[in-house]
């Protein structure tokens, strides 16, 4: 989230910079403190990129998908609550659970839940850049039927573009392995790429009714590595708006839309809300 509240810690005077060059001496001992950027774009988490800053705050995504008619459910649903608390200014652990439903077209729908933790380092953090490295396991989900542990990795960046004459706009991206750990169907995909890049231009300050009301654009994509299609790649536009209400409630919308054959799905419409303290 990237509106300071009432119960964040706040920066009192210029907010050193935490550089790669000084990873391991510089930030971990320093209180969290939520940089203020009230010159050009504010960095902010987006729906589908990778989070490139460190949190304080709870978070939950929420989706509901269009299938195609292949395959043979009516709608899927998913909502994630997530817990994200920095304990300094290089280091933040996190846990969440996943709640999923499939409403099979013909009758006899599935549901099922999981859980799984992350942990996100911050590798720079300056007054136009961010860069951090997020780290996810997830449990199978055994009411989906399920049987293996998706462990991921991504490095993600956000970029201020005002340097460029760009205004309050940010640039944000992530290159992110996936693989999954456990028994498998022979021949079915364990490793796959996602990668994203973003745009998003902020229209008001911090203080006004809609805070920092932001619309912005997510290309994401997704590449199987291996399994029966190595190579295949899915890539989806994901158009969105973000705005902040009492400085202290994130909500925001956005809806996806393949744009390549085959479809994962015809429409996917995301909200979520965040709290940050």
Not at 78 to 88: D, G, I, K, M, R
Request: charged share 15%; with cysteine.
């Amino acid at each position: 989230m990237s509106c300071a509240s009432a119960a964040e810690t706040v920066e009192t005077g210029p907010l050193p910079d935490l550089t790669l060059q000084h990873f391991f001496s510089d930030g971990w001992t320093d209180a969290w403190v939520k940089r203020s950027r009230p010159e050009g774009a504010p960095d902010l988490t987006l729906l589908r990129v990778q989070s490139n800053l460190l949190l304080r705050s709870l978070r939950t995504d929420g989706f509901i998908e269009q299938p195609t008619a292949a395959s043979g459910d009516s709608r899927v649903s998913s909502v994630t609550p997530l817990v994200e608390y920095a304990v300094n200014r290089r280091l933040m652990p996190g846990f969440f659970v996943n709640y999923q439903e499939f409403d099979h077209s013909s009758g006899g729908g599935r549901e099922g839940w999981t859980y799984g933790g992350l942990v996100r380092l911050q590798l720079v953090d300056t007054a136009n850049t961010s860069y951090a490295f997020n780290l996810k396991m997830a449990a199978p989900n055994s009411g989906l039927g399920e049987h293996q542990t998706l462990t991921s990795f991504a490095l993600a960046g956000w970029h201020n573009l005002r340097p460029l004459g760009l205004g309050r706009m940010g640039l944000y991206w992530h290159l992110q392995e996936e693989t999954l750990l456990g028994p498998r169907v022979p021949g079915a995909r364990q490793n796959d790429l996602t990668y994203d890049l973003s745009l998003a231009q902020t229209w008001t300050g911090a203080g006004e009714t809609l805070g920092l009301l932001s619309t912005f654009v997510e290309t994401y994509a997704k590449t199987d590595l291996d399994g029966h299609h190595p190579g295949r790649t899915v890539v989806t536009l994901t158009p969105g708006v973000r705005t902040t209400l009492a400085h202290h409630h994130v909500v925001m919308f956005g809806v996806d839309f393949p744009l390549n054959d085959p479809k994962p799905y015809d429409q996917l419409y995301r909200l979520t809300y965040i709290y940050s303290f």
